[in-house]
């Protein structure tokens, strides 16, 4: 069984994620493949046009992937 993610990028995926408490992980993209993984997944609590919520801190959508493991095998997220 494989596995891989799905970046959230949209309203309706972040919305769908926090609904169905699924557990997503923040990322920051460092350039040249690289990344720093800032959270290791939890539900999303709280949603801005700017920014997510996550873990308790706020993470702003234009600096950070959010990211959720899907099945390769499945229909996805």
């Given at each position: 069984?494989?596995?891989?993610?799905?970046v959230?990028?949209?309203?309706?995926?972040?919305?769908?994620?926090?609904?169905?408490?699924?557990?997503?992980?923040?990322?920051?993209?460092?350039?040249?493949?690289?990344?720093?993984?800032?959270?290791?997944?939890?539900?999303?609590?709280?949603?801005?046009?700017?920014?997510?919520?996550?873990?308790?801190?706020?993470?702003?959508?234009?600096?950070?992937?959010?990211?959720?493991?899907?099945?390769?095998?499945?229909?996805?997220?």
């Open positions: 069984m494989n596995h891989t993610y799905k959230l990028k949209s309203d309706i995926e972040l919305f769908a994620a926090a609904l169905n408490q699924v557990r997503v992980y923040v990322v920051q993209p460092l350039g040249e493949g690289l990344i720093d993984i800032v959270d290791y997944g939890k539900a999303v609590e709280n949603i801005t046009p700017e920014s997510v919520k996550i873990n308790g801190s706020y993470c702003f959508r234009n600096q950070f992937e959010f990211r959720v493991d899907v099945k390769k095998d499945s229909a996805g997220f």
